[in-house]
């Protein structure tokens, strides 16, 4: 009762202090505000709102990009598979008539079907690629020959598309789809002799002119091939560059002159490095043509700059006291650098160098340019090799209209996407983990 | 280099000059073309603390930093004039400056360990100039400077964490550790203790009356008392001239120079 009794008294005596006590006080009392008081707390909160509404709106566009991409590319990562019961016949085995077997175990399922066009359109049931992975099947195990066995086939990538859309929406809504080929696959489904399956051949499968048969590999490993070399010479000549600009050059009209050189090349169009690797790498040179080596080169060309800047960004923010404390110790100029300052200036030239890679990665333009564009079935094993990358295929996917590809082009930008978030996240651990505060 | 050819001149000096370290002629230093340092002639004695006052802006960082050459740094400094150490010219063509700092410490006014291990900041210095034969001898050395300095019960069981994770005063004394592990016969100075607190100040100026017996030391001080605590030769700088320089006693007691007194007296700064 007593202490409640003084702790009252105590916050009269501080409330009457404040009274008289200096102004700033007066606008914590009861009393009414100053107008420049209510001026500044309005200015405060209007920049506050301004500040949520922007944020509000970016997260708003990348949602629903983000939901827009996975919404319509989500379903390429299955593919519709038709069971079919295969009798590998000794003799067709022989001549090689695979695409007859599979015609065969067709017109078994659908005995009832005699017109000669209406054969055709039930062989379109399945993926063109059908005879060629029985053959495989066959290659990989000779004592199939002369035996029956169920085995799934991926459907055409026109009924794939038209048997998902079907399954999400419960309508007759589909794809461009003749009728017969709806009455087939429902009766197929309902004896459960269609079914969803994962889609290994899009991971598994460069591109391909069916859209079911069509995959990311070759052109994920294109991307990382291209990276490479990307990587292989733009690194050691930014660092080089900016080490030397950073700690060695005597300030000149010289390396003024390069400094905004160097400035302005950050800022050129992606696409007139692509130029000028066609008319250097490809025209003067005589590179190959489509190939990782260039395409490497050119981003590299591309990256260069703003590595560069990285760089001497990172050199600059190690304190000159640290350069000072070596050099006292007798270390010399060069010692000063690779003992000490590069060292320290490490984790920063690293996430520098990982975000543009990042970039790198995701350029479409001047790859272009150097003939990246082409059709790239085959998963390039030299960097000679013809070879596409993500990007590039995204682009090339895109501009394909047939239903099939529209859902793959979403799937790859996906998995571009994902590549992103990776590398970005490795630079933000790069960053947390060896930064070294001053 | 410096050490042979020193020596040789050693033995051709007169006995009074044999405990004369360093010594400067008509040393002038200008940055661009504005003049921070005129004609200073000061000796430097053997083992013995010199101490450098002066108000902010007088050259005695400037002057320093002739003593090792670290103005080479700065760009845009020039200096004439002749610095001795040992009797030898450190500005001729050919001296070597790795050589020279190695014989010359130097301390920062703010601490500034490598972001490197403890071990690593002492034992930086005797690695690049390979004054230890292996990692046995490295181990020694480094206790042994740690040890110097107080700082190796402090520090004996977490010599690999990083220099930068001492407190300031630890900081300062593992700078003074590091400087003198390449075995300097001067180590120089400048505000050592203007970033730490008391009882750190307190901590390195027992550590300078310490190291006195082994190495020569000029050190730049703000601090009239610590000046006068911790040295046995005064300089007073003042625009760029030494006003006045001798035994730190006459110095603060009995100074010829009305300047000096005002100095001393507080009545500028
Ligand atoms: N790097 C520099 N460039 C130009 N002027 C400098 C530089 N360093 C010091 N000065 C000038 O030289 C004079 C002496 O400075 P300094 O030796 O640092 O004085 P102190 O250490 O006694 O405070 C000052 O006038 C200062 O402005
Ligand atoms: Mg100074």
């Not at chain 1, 007593?2 to 409330?15: H, N, P, S």
């Not at chain 1, 000779?142 to 035996?147: C, G, Q, R």
């Not at chain 2, 690593?120 to 004054?131: D, T, W």
């Given at each position: ?83 079919l019961q295969?009798e ?15 015609q065969n175990s067709l017109i078994a399922l659908f005995p009832e079907v005699e017109d000669?066009?209406e054969k055709?359109?039930l062989f ?56 017969s080929?709806?009455?087939w696959?429902?009766q197929l489904?309902?004896s459960?002799r ?245 | ?269």
């Open positions: 009762m007593i202490k409640l009794f003084e702790r009252r008294t105590r916050i009269a005596m501080d409330r009457a202090k404040k009274k008289k006590g200096p102004f700033i006080y007066k606008s914590y009392s009861k009393k009414p505000k100053h107008r420049w008081v209510k001026k500044r707390k309005a200015a405060e909160r209007r920049f506050r709102r301004a500040g949520f509404i922007a944020i509000a709106i970016s997260s708003l566009f990348l949602a629903s990009l983000v939901w827009n991409i996975v919404s319509s590319g989500r379903s390429a990562f299955t593919e519709a598979q038709i069971s295969i590998f016949q000794a003799d067709l085995v022989e001549q090689g008539a695979y695409r007859k077997i599979v000669r066009k055709r359109a379109g049931l399945v993926s063109r690629n059908a005879p060629h992975m029985l053959k495989k099947l066959i290659e990989e195990n000779p004592a199939l020959v002369s035996t029956k066995k169920d085995i799934w086939i991926p459907a055409a990538s026109t009924v794939s598309v038209f048997y998902k859309q079907r399954l999400k929406e419960q309508s007759k809504r589909g794809g461009k789809i003749t009728a080929h709806a009455a696959i429902t489904a309902r459960d269609m079914q969803l399956k994962f889609n290994m051949a899009f991971f598994k499968n460069g591109d391909s002119r069916e859209a079911e048969q069509a995959g990311v590999l070759a052109s994920s490993i294109g991307s990382f091939m291209t990276i490479l070399i990307c990587i292989a010479m733009a690194f050691p000549l930014g660092v080089a560059t900016a080490i030397y600009l950073e700690e060695f050059a005597r300030k000149s009209w010289f390396t003024d002159f390069i400094e905004i050189n160097i400035n302005n090349l950050a800022a050129v169009p992606s696409i007139i490095f692509g130029l000028l690797g066609l008319s250097i790498y490809l025209n003067l040179f005589g590179l190959p043509r489509s190939s990782s080596l260039v395409g490497g080169m050119v981003l590299a060309l591309l990256i260069l700059p703003v590595i560069v800047i990285a760089t001497r960004n990172a050199l600059q923010a190690v304190p000159p006291s640290i350069r000072y404390a070596a050099a006292a110790l007798g270390a010399t100029p060069t010692q000063v650098v690779f003992h000490h300052t590069l060292i320290y200036a490490l984790p920063g030239i690293m996430t520098g160098v990982i975000l543009s890679i990042a970039r790198a990665f995701g350029e479409t333009a001047p790859l272009l340019m150097i003939g990246m564009v082409a059709f790239v079935a085959d998963v390039p094993k030299t960097f000679v090799d013809p070879a596409t990358t993500l990007p590039v295929q995204v682009y090339l996917w895109a501009s394909n209209p047939e239903l099939g590809f529209v859902e793959k082009t979403a799937a790859a930008i996906m998995v571009l996407l994902i590549f992103m978030v990776l590398i970005n996240l490795l630079a933000i651990y790069i960053r947390r983990r060896f930064e070294i505060k001053w | 280099m410096v050490k042979n050819m020193s020596a040789q001149k050693k033995i051709s000096k007169t006995e009074s000059q044999s405990d004369i370290r360093m010594k400067t002629q008509d040393l002038s230093a200008f940055y661009n073309n504005d003049q921070a340092l005129f004609d200073v002639n000061l000796d430097i004695h053997t083992n013995k603390v010199t101490a450098l006052i002066g108000p902010s802006g007088c050259g005695k960082s400037t002057f320093i930093r002739c003593l090792n050459r670290m103005n080479d740094y700065v760009e845009n400094c020039r200096v004439t004039g002749k610095v001795r150490l040992d009797g030898f010219n450190i500005y001729k063509d050919k001296v070597d400056v790795i050589l020279l700092r190695q014989k010359i410490g130097m301390v920062f006014q703010k601490p500034n360990p490598f972001p490197k291990s403890i071990y690593e900041n002492v034992a930086y210095g005797p690695k690049i100039h390979h004054l230890v034969e292996n990692k046995d001898e490295l181990d020694a050395l480094v206790e042994k400077t740690l040890k110097r300095v107080g700082l190796w019960d402090e520090v004996a069981d977490r010599l690999s964490a990083p220099g930068t994770s001492l407190s300031g005063g630890q900081q300062q004394r593992l700078c003074i550790a590091r400087a003198i592990a390449t075995k300097p016969e001067v180590v120089l100075m400048d505000e050592p203790c203007s970033a730490l607190d008391p009882i750190a100040t307190a901590r390195i100026e027992e550590l300078i009356a310490e190291l006195r017996e082994k190495f020569t030391i000029v050190i730049i001080t703000h601090s009239m008392q610590q000046a006068e605590r911790v040295s046995d030769h005064t300089a007073f700088f003042h625009l760029g001239h030494v006003v006045e320089s001798g035994d730190t006693e006459k110095i603060f007691n009995n100074p010829e120079h009305q300047r000096t007194k005002d100095y001393i007296g507080g009545k500028f700064g």
